[in-house]
């Protein structure tokens, strides 16, 4: 750095400056090399986590599925349903109704949504334990569906819903 004027108090000012300058470069290479050692531990340990989850649950759900499918097998073969598990959601826009939920344990799938016109689709009903699914919301001008019966042994029904026109309260379950 140049001295603005070349007398003592200008020389030294500027060299006092220089100086400063030298530090502040040598402190903020120091920090930047820092962060980056620092950003690379942390993406170290974030994929070394997301490995050992990826590896650690996907057997456990696998062999859950499978059991579970061994389980369901036959009731879904003889009935339609499965022994353990929740029914499926109604496909949005549609009306279409909840799948039923297991026959021992499992929720009743919600009722799918209606388009302008059609009614909202019925929750699914729940087996000995769980809750029925809720009843689909109705397109304009459509009725909500009913809400899913709840288990036999425990378990609310599902809640019916409103179409989009119409007021007052929708179906409730029957269970």
């Known amino acids: 750095m140049a001295a603005a004027a070349h007398d003592e108090v200008s020389l030294a000012l500027s060299e006092l400056f220089a100086a400063h300058g030298r530090q502040y470069q040598t402190v903020s290479e120091q920090a930047s090399l820092f962060h980056q050692q620092f ?3 942390l993406r170290g340990s974030a994929e070394a986590f997301a490995t050992a989850e990826t590896l650690n649950a996907s057997p456990l759900q696998t062999v859950e599925q499978q059991l579970l499918g061994l389980v369901n097998a036959p009731t879904n073969a003889i009935f339609g349903r499965p022994l353990i598990g929740n ?10 109704a ?38 689909g919301a109705g397109g304009v001008g459509a009725n909500g569906g009913a809400g899913g019966s709840g288990g036999l042994f425990y378990g609310n029904g599902g809640l019916g819903d409103i179409g989009r026109v119409n007021l007052g309260l929708g179906n409730v379950g029957d269970g």
């Open 87 to 96: 029914g499926a959601d109604g496909a949005p826009g549609t009306g279409q």
């Open 98 to 135: 909840g799948g039923a939920g297991g026959i021992l344990f499992g929720n009743g799938g919600n009722g799918g949504s209606g388009a302008a016109g059609v009614n909202g689709g019925a929750g699914g009903s729940a087996g000995l334990f769980g809750h029925g699914g809720n009843g």
């Open 39 to 41: 950003v690379q531990a």
